[in-house]
C-alpha cells in the first residue's frame, strides 16, 4: 500500500471525527477537519490537493463563523452571558459520563438552565431564555456542521479525481 492510500484513509477518518465532533463536541471538530484537509494536501502535493484545501478550508472558516455569529447574536438579544453557557458546557461534559447517549445535551440543558435561575432569581425567565440560548447553540451547530459536511464532500470529490487519474 502506498503511503498517499494510507495518508488518505487517515485523513478521511479524521475529517469523520471532525464533522462528528461538531455535533458532539467533547471530540474535536472544525479544527481538525482542517488540519485534515492541510495534510492531505501536503502528502499529494500536487494542486489538486491545494485546490481542495482551499475550497474545504473556506467551508470550513465559513461554518465556523456562522455559528459563533448566529449564537453570539441570539445570545447577546437575550442578554445571556457567556458563563451561563460554560457551565452548561462544564455540565454537559458530566452528564456524557453519568448518562449514556443523552448525558450531554442533558447535562448541557440543565447546567444552562441552573446557571440562568442563578442569575435571574425567577423561574419563567430563566427557562424562556434556556429555551433561547439551546436553540441559539443548535442553529449555530446546524450551520457549523453543514458547511463542515460540504468540506468533507470537497475532499472526498478530490480523492475520487485524485485516485481516477492516477
Known amino acids: 500500500m502506498d503511503a ?9 477518518l479524521a475529517i469523520a471525527v471532525g464533522v462528528t465532533g461538531i455535533i458532539i463536541p467533547v471530540l474535536p ?5 482542517g488540519v485534515s484537509l492541510l495534510t492531505w494536501a501536503l502528502v499529494l502535493g500536487s494542486p489538486l490537493g491545494w485546490i481542495i484545501f482551499g475550497i474545504g478550508i473556506l ?5 465556523m463563523v456562522s455559528s459563533a455569529v448566529l449564537t453570539g447574536r441570539a445570545m447577546k438579544q437575550r442578554s445571556i ?11 454537559g461534559v458530566v452528564g456524557f459520563f453519568v448518562i449514556p447517549v443523552v448525558g450531554l445535551l442533558v447535562g448541557f ?28 447553540t443548535g442553529l449555530g ?9 460540504l ?4 475532499w472526498g470529490v478530490g480523492v475520487l479525481i485524485h485516485f481516477l487519474n492516477r
Open 109 to 136: 440543558a440543565v447546567g444552562l438552565f441552573l446557571s440562568e435561575l442563578a442569575r435571574q432569581k425567577e423561574w419563567r425567565p430563566a427557562v424562556s431564555s434556556s429555551v433561547a440560548a439551546l436553540k441559539a
Open 151 to 154: 468540506a468533507a464532500g470537497t
Open 81 to 91: 452571558p457567556g458563563r451561563s453557557v460554560i457551565i452548561g458546557l462544564v455540565l
Open 4 to 12: 498517499q492510500i494510507i495518508w488518505t484513509i487517515v485523513c478521511g
Open 59 to 63: 467551508f470550513v472558516a465559513g461554518g
Open 29 to 33: 471538530g472544525s479544527i481538525l477537519i
Open 141 to 149: 451547530m446546524l450551520a457549523e456542521f453543514g458547511l463542515a459536511s
